[in-house]
C-alpha cells in the first residue's frame, strides 16, 4: 500500500512535518507537529500547526494519531494544540522514560514531573503496529540520535525522523545525552535493510551546498548508494570516527533549551507557577 503523504515545512527550524492519509478512507495520522516559539521574548504561535490543522478541516480528514519520532531538540511539539482541535491519540517511542529521566535531572524537574510517559497516549517498542483507517504501520525502534528515536514504516514509506537526511547530507548528530553512534548506525542498517523502492521521508532538510530547494523524499537504494556518511556500504568504525569528530565540533541547536522542556512533557508547558505564569529553566554550563 502506498500512502498519501502531505508535507509541511517550517522554515524557522527547517522541520518537515507530515499528514500521512489512508487512500481507501479518510484517516490521517500527523507526524512532528511543530509550535512556533520566539526564543527572544518567550511567545509562542500556533501558525505552522493552524496550517496543518486546516489542510484536515478541508478536506474532511479524520486525525487517528499524532505521532512523534523522538523527543525533538530544534522545535516544539504541537501535539495537545492538534489533539484538542482534532482528536486522535499521541504516541512516541517508549525510551521516552530514559529520555525523561536524563532530562529531568538536567533540568532539576523534582519529583512533580513523572518520568514514566504517563504524558503520552501511547508509548511504543520494537515491532508494535498501529493502523490508520486501513493501513497497517509498522513501528520499528531506531535509537542513536536519541534512546527514544522510531520509525514509521507505512507499506511502501518509511518515515525515519532524524536517523537520515537526505543523500546530500547524511544522518543525525548522536551528542546529546543518551546519543549513540554506535546505535545510530545499527538503526541505519535497519532501515536500509527495507525494499530498495521504499521511499524514505526525513524529518529535517538543511540544502546541502550545492542544492537549491529543499526536499524531503528519496528512497532506501538511494541512501544505500548517496548518503554522505553511511553510503556506498561505509563501515561502522568509520561512521562513528566520523559522526564523533563532527559532533564535537557542533554547537547545541537553538531551541534545545524550550523544546526538550516541552517536548518531554508531550507537548505540555511546565505547571504554572504561584503567579499564574508557566517559566522555563535554562541551565547553566550543564548542556
Not at 36 to 42: E, V
Not at 50 to 70: G, P, Q, T
Not at 232 to 250: N, P
Request: charged fraction near 25%.
Amino acid at each position: 500500500m502506498t500512502p498519501e503523504v502531505k508535507a509541511f515545512f517550517d522554515d524557522e527550524t527547517n522541520t518537515v512535518s507530515f499528514v500521512i492519509k489512508d487512500p481507501d478512507s479518510p484517516s490521517v495520522a500527523i507526524i512532528d507537529s511543530v509550535l512556533d516559539f520566539n526564543f527572544s521574548n518567550g511567545r509562542t504561535d500556533t501558525a505552522s500547526a493552524d496550517e496543518v490543522i486546516a489542510y484536515v478541516r478541508e478536506n474532511d480528514l479524520k486525525v487517528e494519531w499524532i505521532l512523534e519520532s523522538h523527543v525533538h531538540a530544534d522545535h516544539l511539539s504541537a501535539a495537545p494544540y492538534i489533539q484538542e482541535q482534532l482528536g486522535g491519540k499521541i504516541g512516541i517511542g517508549a525510551n521516552i522514560t530514559v529520555v525523561q529521566e536524563t532530562f529531568g535531572k538536567v533540568f532539576n524537574e523534582g519529583t512533580e514531573f513523572q518520568r514514566d510517559g504517563s504524558q503520552f497516549d501511547k508509548l511504543f517498542v520494537d515491532g508494535d503496529t498501529i493502523e490508520i483507517g486501513t493501513m497497517k504501520v509498522d513501528i520499528m525502534h531506531t535509537p542513536g540520535h536519541t534512546p527514544a528515536c522510531m520509525t514509521y514504516v507505512v507499506g511502501d514509506t518509511a518515515f525515519v525522523g532524524d536517523a537520515l537526511f537526505m543523500p546530500d547530507f547524511g544522518t543525525a548528530r548522536c551528542d546529546f545525552p543518551g546519543g549513540s553512534a554506535v546505535d545510530l548506525y545499527a538503526s541505519i542498517q535497519k532501515i536500509l535493510a527495507l525494499p530498495d523502492d521504499t521511499r524514505i521521508f526525513v524529518g529535517h532538510d538543511y540544502k546541502a551546498p550545492g542544492r537549491d530547494e529543499f526536499a524531503w523524499e528519496t528512497t532506501v537504494a538511494k541512501q544505500k548508494a548517496l548518503n554522505v556518511h553511511v553510503g556506498a556500504g561505509k563501515a561502522e568504525e568509520e561512521f562513528i570516527k566520523m559522526r564523533t569528530e563532527r559532533d564535537a565540533k557542533l554547537a547545541m541547536p537553538k531551541l534545545i533549551v524550550p523544546s526538550i522542556q516541552i517536548n518531554m512533557r508531550a507537548g505540555q508547558m511546565p505547571e504554572p507557577e504561584e503567579n499564574g505564569k508557566v517559566y522555563l529553566k535554562l541551565p547553566v554550563n550543564i548542556l
